[in-house]
């Protein structure tokens, strides 16, 4: 079997991480880079090792090019539903950066197509796939910590030395709801949040939310401080707090976030402890069940292990059939969880959040 060749659309920042698994898999090679700025995607490849690769700033070329199987599209949200449709028409296996769209009503237009369509199509969310995750979700599933009764998720954007440089651009158009569909931090980096609550508690009954905002040094701004609500069937709960700490220094390589998780269940808790980054010498996973402290250290809990994980499992789909994660339904419900939360913050009260 040749290797399945891969269209990336969009070479920004997160396509660093995005690439490390198709350039390293032997079953996948990167194909064709499309992006408006080509001299960006020249270097990307260059930076690759792939110096030879077809670049583009042509969309419909990258669609058309019969080396490209799988299409990987890293594009601002707004750009989501027409690009995976046209993707669809051309034929191709997809992987849709999150969130699925920027609305609901777009959302609900690509959860059709995708229904009667017969390719491989994911919704990329890499947290679930970080190994901390991971291991705490294979933990829960063996009864770990009895039934999980409530979670609570803290983000921390603060500060790094060794942290990722965000170029302008990046940050620009998150600034722009009608690009962006919400806040930077709530409803887009947020989603990660939303679906480790989905993912560890199923979708919730209703939200509540308070989102705050804080202007930046840079002219940029957050949607902080935030806290956001849920309660779940079977009178179990959760909340995600969402605090802008500017002078706060988090050990990382990546985006200066510290992003920590409680799972408490009727026997037990589960903590977990990095996510884009960490506070230095927190354990990455922790267990209290029957008077005792386990903690666990044997992963490699590095952020860019959850995209690494999440593009293997749909390589492995394409090659030998299962299920992606997520597929368009499930991202359409994480989107319903974080979009509820920007309508409650609106209007100032709970909102129901209704299955399709």
């Known amino acids: 079997m040749s290797a399945i060749g891969v269209g990336i659309l969009g070479t920004g920042r997160i396509s660093d991480l995005h690439a490390i698994e198709y350039l390293r898999n032997p079953a996948t090679?990167?194909?064709?880079?499309?992006?408006?700025?080509?001299?960006?995607?020249?270097?990307?490849?260059?930076?690759?090792?792939?110096?030879?690769?077809?670049?583009?700033?042509?969309?419909?070329?990258?669609?058309?090019?019969?080396?490209?199987?799988?299409?990987?599209?890293?594009?601002?949200?707004?750009?989501?539903?027409?690009?995976?449709?046209?993707?669809?028409?051309?034929?191709?296996?997809?992987?849709?950066?999150?969130?699925?769209?920027?609305?609901?009503?777009?959302?609900?237009?690509?959860?059709?197509?995708?229904?009667?369509?017969?390719?491989?199509?994911?919704?990329?969310?890499?947290?679930?796939?970080?190994?901390?995750?991971?291991?705490?979700?294979?933990?829960?599933?063996?009864?770990?910590?009895?039934?999980?009764?409530?979670?609570?998720?803290?983000?921390?954007?603060?500060?790094?030395?060794?942290?990722?440089?965000?170029?302008?651009?990046?940050?620009?158009?998150?600034?722009?709801?009608?690009?962006?569909?919400?806040?930077?931090?709530?409803?887009?980096?947020?989603?990660?949040?939303?679906?480790?609550?989905?993912?560890?508690?199923?979708?919730?009954?209703?939200?509540?939310?308070f989102i705050g905002r804080v202007e930046r040094k840079d002219g940029n701004w957050y949607d902080a401080q935030s806290m956001i609500s849920f309660r779940f069937p079977g009178n179990r709960v959760g909340n995600l707090e969402i605090v802008y700490s500017p002078e706060l220094e988090v050990t990382t390589r990546y985006y200066a976030q510290d992003d920590r998780v409680e799972i408490t269940g009727t026997k037990g808790v589960i903590w977990i402890n990095c996510g884009h980054g960490h506070l230095a010498g927190a354990v990455p996973l922790a267990l209290f069940r029957d008077g005792t402290l386990s903690e666990y250290r044997d992963m490699n809990v590095s952020w860019e292990q959850s995209f690494v994980h999440s593009s293997r499992h749909f390589i492995n789909v394409l090659v030998n059939g299962g299920t992606p994660v997520l597929q368009a339904a499930e991202a359409r419900q994480v989107l319903r969880f974080s979009s509820a939360a920007e309508q409650s913050a609106l209007e100032g009260r709970a909102v129901a959040v209704q299955c399709r």
């Open 29 to 209: 090679r990167i194909a064709m880079l499309c992006d408006r700025d080509l001299q960006a995607a020249r270097t990307k490849a260059a930076k690759w090792g792939i110096d030879n690769v077809r670049v583009t700033d042509d969309v419909s070329e990258l669609l058309r090019c019969k080396e490209v199987d799988l299409v990987e599209i890293l594009l601002p949200h707004d750009l989501h539903l027409p690009t995976a449709l046209k993707a669809m028409e051309a034929g191709k296996a997809i992987s849709l950066q999150k969130p699925i769209c920027a609305t609901l009503a777009e959302a609900d237009e690509l959860v059709d197509a995708v229904s009667s369509y017969d390719r491989p199509f994911k919704v990329f969310e890499n947290f679930l796939f970080h190994p901390p995750v991971a291991r705490a979700r294979q933990l829960i599933a063996q009864d770990a910590i009895g039934k999980p009764q409530s979670i609570r998720i803290k983000s921390n954007p603060g500060t790094s030395p060794t942290g990722w440089h965000v170029p302008d651009s990046a940050l620009a158009w998150r600034q722009k709801r009608d690009r962006a569909g919400g806040g930077p931090l709530v409803f887009d980096d947020g989603h990660h949040k939303f679906a480790l609550a989905w993912g560890f508690m199923g979708e919730p009954e209703e939200v509540h939310a």
